[in-house]
């Protein structure tokens, strides 16, 4: 097998069944939060949603309402999420020298 074609393939499979990025655990917990409201989920313990937000680095009052802080909550992980993105992309073209 041609050494070109080789690494072609070596790298699609590496894509394919590579390692995935985990995302660091404040950020999971919110996604989490995020994916079970909009499933219909009833946020039950408001202390909970105040302590991922603040973990996500939002100031949260005790006597905030939960559905603003859910809104809130759920902008911090949008940026999150596409900060962690960007990562893994810069991380992907740094590893390939920034050849594609």
Do not use: C, H, W
Not at 47 to 66: D, Q, Y
Request: no cysteine; charged share 25%.
């Amino acid at each position: 097998m041609p050494m070109k074609r080789r690494a072609r393939l070596l790298k699609t499979l590496n894509s394919l069944f590579g390692r995935r990025g985990k995302l660091p655990p404040e950020l999971q917990a919110g996604k989490d939060v995020i994916d079970a409201v909009d499933a219909g989920g009833v946020p039950l313990y408001p202390a909970r949603i105040n302590r991922i937000a603040r973990e996500l680095g939002l100031e949260v009052t005790a006597s905030a309402p939960v559905e603003q802080t859910v809104e809130r909550l759920r902008a911090a992980v949008e940026r999150g999420l596409a900060a962690f993105a960007a990562q893994a992309a810069a991380n992907a073209n740094k590893q390939t020298g920034g050849r594609r």
